[in-house]
C-alpha cells in the first residue's frame, strides 16, 4: 500500500527569515528546486534560436517575391514579431533567474537551435521556416520535460512559446501545401 504525505506549509516566522537571508538573488529562493546553471544554458540557448528565427523571418519578409508574396510576407512580419517577444520573454526570465541575456552577436548561429537559411524562392523561405519551426517545437518539448516540476513559472513561459510555435508550424505548413499544390 503506497502511502503519499502532503507537503507541508512553512510557519511565517521561517518564510520571513528566509526570505531576508539572501535578499541579493532576487526572484531565486531557497526553494527554486531547479539547476539554475543548467536553465541558464538552456534559456540562452532558446534565446539565440529566437533571434534567428527573428532575422530569417525579417528577411524572408523583404525578399519575398511572386504572385502570393504579399500574404506571405505579412506572415512572416507577422512571425518575426512573435519570435522577438519570445526573445523579450527568455531574457527576463534570465534575468530574473540571475543570469545575463546573451544577445552577442558572436556564435549567434552556433548557439541557435535552428538555422540561418536565406532560402531563394518563396516556397524554399516557407519550406526552411517550417523546418526552423519545428526544430524550435522539438527543443521546447526537450525543455519543458527537463524542467519538470523544478521551475513553474519557466515550465509555463516555455509552454506558452511552445503553443505560438506550434502555431507557426500549422500556420507554415498550411502555406507549404498551398505552394506545392500551385506549383503542381
Known amino acids: 500500500m503506497t ?3 502532503t507537503p507541508q506549509l512553512t510557519d511565517t ?20 528546486a531547479g539547476d539554475r546553471k543548467a536553465v541558464l544554458a538552456m534559456l540562452n540557448g532558446a534565446l539565440a534560436t529566437e533571434l534567428v528565427c527573428v532575422l530569417r523571418y525579417k528577411r524572408h519578409h523583404f525578399m519575398a517575391d511572386g504572385i502570393h508574396a504579399s500574404a506571405v510576407a505579412a506572415e512572416f512580419m507577422a512571425h ?3 519570435e522577438a517577444g519570445h ?17 552577442s552577436p558572436v556564435g549567434l548561429a552556433d ?7 536565406e532560402g531563394v524562392t518563396l516556397e524554399d523561405m516557407i519550406r526552411e521556416n517550417l523546418v526552423a519551426e519545428r526544430i524550435a517545437i522539438d527543443s521546447y518539448r526537450e525543455m519543458i520535460a527537463f524542467i519538470g516540476h523544478t521551475d513553474p513559472t519557466t ?8 503553443e505560438v510555435e506550434e502555431e507557426h508550424a500549422d500556420e507554415l505548413a498550411s502555406l507549404h ?8
Open 3 to 5: 502511502t503519499t504525505t
Open 13 to 32: 516566522a521561517t518564510l520571513r527569515q528566509r526570505a531576508r537571508k539572501h535578499i541579493d538573488d532576487g526572484a531565486v529562493t531557497d526553494g527554486y
Open 80 to 82: 518575426a514579431n512573435e
Open 87 to 103: 526573445a523579450d520573454m527568455l531574457a527576463k526570465r534570465i534575468v530574473q533567474l540571475g543570469g545575463a541575456p546573451d544577445f
Open 111 to 117: 548557439r541557435s537551435h535552428a538555422e540561418y537559411v
Open 155 to 162: 515550465r509555463r513561459m516555455l509552454t506558452a512559446i511552445l
Open 177 to 184: 501545401h498551398g505552394m506545392k499544390s500551385h506549383n503542381a
